[in-house]
């Protein structure tokens, strides 16, 4: 057993002598290098995005189901429907809205951003985070308060650093007290997020002269029986509206998660597929120079099998050195595509996720290639006969 030893380890001396005393070898590492990395930085790019899309839409807000209405006389939310989607089963908060956009104006800064009316539910149902002061409440609702809650932007853009809360701002021309500012939720689905003012439902309906409510968001109280709760609306809208089933939408932000899960999880694999090909194409290149190898090294191959070498000997010799080019080509791969990543991200904002059994999978894959790509030079060599391998010139 310790000869056996021995022996394996003299042949990865061997191998790591002739890549050293060998420029070949180094360049043919390149092609298992480029595959590696490419496999790593890839799929790393492709999972930080699948990360990302996911964070911009849970961003939204989490086990939510959205209605939009398409402003018809037909289908009209009112308080009594809100009332009745609040009573499904499984819904844990409502939250209605109406939208629109508006002019914002203190001293001579103004700016257009987006208005949201709603209720003191928004603030669960789309994960907002007050950063400074507070939030709406159902006492503002009630007695149409003339507050706003400001978006990260829209603060930054009217008050610099400056505190607004408890200063006002003209929005189309009337007067509103600033409660509070949000916590930055950055773009979300090709949107700005905090480019936003948000005031009471009842105030924004009498501000934009709008009482039709045209999106009402639904949060269910756990994501695993969405699809069910899902059901429980539709069926509570068609008895509201029997005749309107074309003027309305429901939308189940988890259908949204499955499909750009399905979307890129195939991206990956086509990415993953594109860079298994480097990997295969550097596997050739072994092949070849592993092939000239044994030519160049045919003497050296009688030689040794003219003192007792047998042919398993010089089967494992060279297919060992198959397997320690490729493996040197798969950690300095790991290194490269690992360092490219992070210049990616660095320098082209990408987000860059990487994964231990994506870097081990993809050298287990450049050691199965240098196994499968050397075992014909290595065949090839140790069936050569000793005879004509000693006169070979």
């Known amino acids: 057993m310790k000869v056996k030893e021995l022996g394996i380890l003299q042949s990865v001396k061997m191998a790591l002598r002739s890549i050293k005393g060998n420029k070949l070898p180094l360049l043919t590492m390149l092609g298992i290098i480029i595959g590696v990395s490419s496999v790593i930085v890839l799929i790393s790019i492709a999972r930080g995005s699948t990360q990302n899309v996911t964070s911009q839409i849970n961003s939204l807000g989490t086990n939510l189901l959205t209605i939009n209405t398409f402003g018809t006389e037909q289908v009209k939310l009112t308080d009594d429907s809100i009332e009745k989607l609040k009573a499904v089963q499984g819904i844990q908060a409502v939250s209605p809205a109406v939208s629109g956009r508006v002019t914002v104006k203190r001293d001579r800064t103004s700016a257009q951003v987006s208005l949201t009316g709603t209720n003191s539910a928004y603030q669960d149902v789309r994960e907002m985070k007050v950063?400074?002061?507070?939030?709406?409440?159902?006492?503002?609702?009630?007695?149409?308060?003339?507050?706003?809650?400001?978006?990260?932007?829209?603060?930054?853009?009217?008050?610099?650093?400056?505190?607004?809360?408890?200063?006002?701002?003209?929005?189309?021309?009337?007067?509103?007290?600033?409660?509070?500012?949000?916590?930055?939720?950055?773009?979300?689905?090709?949107?700005?997020?905090?480019?936003?003012?948000?005031?009471?439902?009842?105030?924004?309906?009498?501000?934009?002269?709008?009482?039709?409510?045209?999106?009402?968001?639904?949060?269910?109280?756990?994501?695993?029986?969405?699809?069910?709760?899902?059901?429980?609306?539709?069926?509570?809208?068609?008895?509201?509206?029997?005749?309107?089933?074309?003027?309305?939408?429901?939308?189940?932000?988890?259908?949204?998660?499955?499909?750009?899960?399905?979307?890129?999880?195939?991206?990956?694999?086509?990415?993953?597929?594109?860079?298994?090909?480097?990997?295969?194409?550097?596997?050739?290149?072994?092949?070849?120079?592993?092939?000239?190898?044994?030519?160049?090294?045919?003497?050296?191959?009688?030689?040794r099998k003219a003192i007792g070498a047998k042919r398993?000997?010089?089967?494992?010799?060279?297919?060992?050195?198959?397997?320690?080019?490729?493996?040197?080509?798969g950690v300095i791969g790991i290194l490269a595509g690992i360092g490219l990543g992070n210049l990616l991200s660095s320098f082209m904002s990408l987000t860059v996720s990487y994964s231990t059994s994506v870097i081990l999978m993809s050298f287990l894959f450049s050691l199965f290639v240098g196994v499968v790509f050397g075992v014909f030079p290595a065949n090839k060599a140790s069936r050569l006969n000793p005879i004509q391998a000693l006169r070979f010139e």
């Open 131 to 303: 950063a400074e002061g507070r939030f709406l409440s159902d006492l503002d609702i009630e007695y149409r308060q003339k507050i706003v809650v400001l978006g990260s932007e829209t603060a930054q853009t009217l008050f610099g650093i400056e505190s607004p809360i408890g200063q006002h701002i003209q929005i189309d021309g009337t007067s509103f007290k600033i409660v509070g500012v949000l916590e930055s939720k950055g773009g979300s689905m090709g949107q700005s997020g905090d480019d936003i003012v948000i005031m009471p439902l009842s105030t924004a309906e009498r501000l934009i002269k709008n009482t039709a409510i045209s999106t009402v968001y639904l949060q269910g109280k756990n994501n695993a029986n969405m699809n069910f709760v899902m059901a429980e609306v539709e069926m509570t809208m068609k008895r509201l509206f029997p005749n309107g089933t074309d003027e309305y939408s429901i939308f189940n932000q988890q259908d949204l998660m499955d499909t750009m899960s399905s979307v890129t999880s195939t991206m990956t694999m086509m990415l993953g597929g594109i860079a298994g090909i480097s990997l295969l194409v550097g596997g050739i290149g072994i092949m070849n120079i592993m092939l000239v190898s044994v030519s160049e090294r045919t003497k050296e191959i009688g030689i």
């Open 312 to 329: 398993r000997d010089i089967l494992l010799q060279f297919l060992i050195e198959a397997v320690v080019l490729s493996s040197l080509g």
